[in-house]
Every structure is written in C-alpha cells, then in structure tokens.
C-alpha cells in the first residue's frame, strides 16, 4: 500500500527541518515550502494527499492558503500545526477548510496521530484545544452573536502584504496586479476596519494572527 503524500508548510527552516524528520518516518514527504504562495504552487505541482502547514507564514498566511487550497484542490486534506493555542483560530482553520488541529506543544506521536487520522478522512483535533474549542464553537454559533468586519480573500491578501513592510509596487508584483489597484484594495480594506493609517493596519494585522 502506498504512503500518504505529504506536503510540508512552515516558515521557521530549523523547524521544518525537525518537522520533516518525523514526516519521513510514516509517510512520503514530497516538499517543504516557507511561505504561502510557495504552498500553493507545490500543492499544484506535487499533488498531495495531506498538507501539514502553520498559519502564520509570510506573503500568504496558511488560512487564507487553505480556503484557496480547498477551493483549487478540493481533495487535499489540510492539517494545521501551530505556536498558536488561540482557540479562535482553530475555528478559523476549520472554518477555512482544515480537518486537523495540532498545537506544536504536542508530542511528535500525537502529530503523526493527526496526519494519519486526517488522512483517512477523519477530523482530528489536539485534546489540548478540545475543551477551549467547543465552547467558542458555541459562542461562534450563538444567533446574537456579534459580527466582525467582512474582507473579501484579496483584501486579506493586500492588508498581510502591507503589514508585512511591503510596498504597493512589491504587492502589485506578488498579486498579478497594477499598483493603483493595490492602493484602491488598501484604502478599501481601512475604510472596511475604520483605520485610518498603515501602523493602525499593521497592528491590526498582528491582533488578527494575519502576521506573526
């Protein structure tokens, strides 16, 4: 029977490298990238079967990696590893298409644990965010509950670039698009939050995990 493909995200070299190790010793690791756009590129050429990704990851966060994942490769199953405990962002990973949920903290059973269980067509969350998880699921789904402001995919792209120091040229160049489109994506994502300056964007990037 043949090993499940996997297809490894993380920015942090040292870490993939210790993640890769432990991959290899149950599956067939195919890649490992370092940003988002580079996900999305390997995950078109080497077709995976499970991509293991981190959510903070530069020019592309992994959440909005997985929804267009999930959209372009609606067989890949998606397993997040992650620093982040926040169980506000599990619902987010989930919410964008993710099946499993593994905090770093995790022993290197529980994540081979994961990737098989995913693997198989399961859902698989760490019994360290479980208990947390539920009980904002609830809060989530409470009908009175109060809604955020609304990006579109593009807008969350151009708000992590711009966070990320880059200029409307540099976007321009990343997003395929001409500058004066970046700027109106920009200006359209402060009139969205109500914020008025690049740091205002910056910080709220930051409190939204959209850069580490």
């Known amino acids: 029977m043949p090993k499940t493909r996997v297809l490894l995200a993380d920015d942090h070299v040292v870490v993939a490298q210790g993640l890769a190790e432990i991959l290899r010793t149950r599956f067939d690791l195919v890649g490992v990238v370092h940003d988002g756009r580079a996900l999305l590129t390997a995950t078109d050429e080497l077709k995976p079967d499970v991509i293991v990704t981190d959510v903070s990851m530069p020019l592309l966060n992994?959440?909005?990696?997985?929804?267009?994942?999930?959209?372009?490769?609606?067989?890949?199953?998606?397993?997040?590893?992650?620093?982040?405990t926040d169980t506000e962002i599990a619902v987010g990973a989930f919410r964008?298409?993710?099946?499993?949920?593994?905090?770093?903290i995790a022993a290197a059973e529980e994540f081979i644990t994961a990737v098989e269980e995913v693997s198989l067509g399961r859902?698989?969350?760490?019994?360290?965010?479980?208990?947390?998880?539920?009980?904002?699921?609830?809060?989530?789904?409470?009908?009175?509950a109060p809604a955020g402001p609304q990006l579109t995919a593009r807008q969350r792209e151009v708000l992590q670039l711009v966070a990320e120091g880059r200029t409307m040229k540099e976007i321009a160049?990343?997003?395929?698009?001409?500058?004066?489109?970046?700027?109106?994506?920009?200006?359209?994502?402060?009139?969205?939050?109500g914020i008025e300056t690049t740091a205002g964007l910056v910080q709220y990037a930051v409190r939204s995990k959209l850069v580490g």
Do not use: C, N, W
Not at 123 to 144: G, W
Not at 173 to 193: D, F, G, N
């Open 62 to 84: 992994g959440l909005d990696a997985i929804r267009q994942i999930r959209t372009r490769f609606p067989r890949v199953k998606v397993v997040v590893l992650t620093m982040h």
């Open 96 to 104: 964008a298409g993710a099946r499993g949920y593994v905090p770093k």
């Open 123 to 144: 859902a698989y969350v760490s019994p360290l965010v479980t208990k947390d998880l539920i009980a904002v699921l609830m809060e989530v789904a409470a009908p009175d």
């Open 173 to 193: 160049s990343i997003l395929h698009i001409s500058p004066r489109t970046a700027e109106s994506h920009k200006y359209q994502v402060m009139q969205v939050l």
